[in-house]
């Protein structure tokens, strides 16, 4: 399907060009160079962590994090069930065992009640979880006091995935910055991106130390290669950095769009009998990297399935919400807390598109495919 209105396309600046014409001119066309520690520093400053690691993929950053909080194989570790499968793959990397939790249904993240039952119930076996996965999904905060006070209760490690969450915040907090390590992505799709790309955001030396030594290969101080433990070739381009640098200077520019595109959406549709979005915890402020909407049950007008194919067929992009890891075949051995509010959201959810270019007539027009599904009942079986 060629799509007039993507769900969410990259938007350069322009200003981009310079910074990758500097990589070009000085030859750094390599995962290394001066783009590379600018963005970085740009990256610590705006979020306010102490250090940034600069890496090929969100993916990437999860697995150095993990790394570096030295999870191995057996350990378990506790991971947000609703997300995309990259959140929890790289615990497979390690040998270790994930294990899901369920989400609430206000902000569609980490259940705290879910997640300290599972905590309790290994910690009565003798097998403490090292550490959490908490993911602020399509930008929206978690409810991280819950969060911070039940790790801080059992010392457990927390790892915030905020690869879609780049500009939000919790009590004036950027997230990514209240555990152990913050993982960012880049990804062509995310509110900016470096095409491919991520980062990793700690206030530790010791971890993103680490996590640099072993992204670029675990190369041991020598005047010559030599590997004492095995590394990964996870450093981000010069030339990619630069992109990022560009598009780190429309940041808040991209936030201040997709709230906007948000809130549209939710004034054309919030009246519409048996729609929900998600919502903002209080003190959390979300990038809305997506708009998000929940179908109700008794809502007979429509289903997820019927609402993207109508929006289709007017050449409008629209995406089911995240099957929760518990439901994915690459997961059904794995141990699951919880109830269904993960899987209701993926039975009921949609994303809508939500690209920082989208006009105000284009959101017109998504919203009134949408009314005319649900008022004229086309989806009545």
Not at 79 to 90: D, E, K, W
Not at 189 to 195: A, G, M, P
């Amino acid at each position: 399907m060629n799509y007039r209105i993507w769900l969410s396309p990259p938007h350069m600046s322009g200003g981009e060009l310079k910074y990758v014409q500097e990589a070009f001119d000085s030859n750094w066309i390599a995962p290394a160079g001066p783009n590379i520690r600018h963005f970085e520093n740009e990256l610590a400053q705006y979020t306010g962590a102490k250090y940034a690691v600069a890496l090929a993929s969100g993916t990437a950053a999860v697995h150095l994090a993990l790394c570096a909080l030295g999870i191995e194989k057996g350990d378990i570790v506790l991971c947000q069930s609703l997300t995309f499968v990259a959140t929890a793959n790289p615990i497979l990397y390690l040998g270790a065992t994930p294990v899901f939790i369920d989400s609430e249904s206000k902000t569609w993240n980490i259940c705290p009640e879910a997640l300290e039952t599972a905590v309790t119930y290994y910690i009565k076996r003798n097998q403490k979880p090292k550490a959490l996965i908490c993911v602020h999904l399509y930008g929206m905060p978690c409810l991280m006091n819950e969060l911070l006070a039940i790790c801080d209760k059992y010392g457990i490690a927390l790892i915030e995935d905020a690869a879609e969450a780049l500009g939000s915040t919790y009590t004036g907090k950027h997230l990514g910055t209240f555990g152990k390590a913050g993982i960012i992505s880049f990804n062509g799709n995310k509110i900016i991106t470096t095409s491919g790309g991520g980062a990793l955001l700690s206030d530790s030396k010791t971890l993103t130390d680490k996590a640099r030594f072993l992204a670029t290969q675990a190369k041991d101080p020598a005047s010559y290669f030599q590997h004492s433990e095995a590394g990964y070739n996870y450093a981000l381009s010069n030339v990619c950095a630069g992109i990022g640098r560009g598009q780190m200077e429309v940041l808040n520019e991209r936030v201040a769009a997709r709230r906007s595109n948000f809130n549209r959406h939710q004034q054309y549709l919030a009246a519409i009998p048996g729609i929900s979005f998600q919502e903002e915890p209080a003190g959390g402020y979300s990038n809305r990297w997506l708009t998000t909407l929940e179908l109700s049950s008794a809502n007979a007008g429509s289903t997820p399935e019927k609402l993207i194919q109508a929006l289709s067929a007017n050449g409008i992009e629209a995406r089911r919400v995240w099957k929760p890891m518990h439901l994915q075949p690459l997961y059904k051995t794995a141990p699951y807390f919880g109830g269904n509010v993960a899987e209701n959201l993926f039975e009921n959810g949609v994303c809508l598109p939500s690209g920082s270019q989208l006009t105000e007539k284009e959101v017109t027009e998504i919203s009134n495919v949408i009314i005319e599904l649900i008022e004229n009942k086309k989806g009545c079986s």
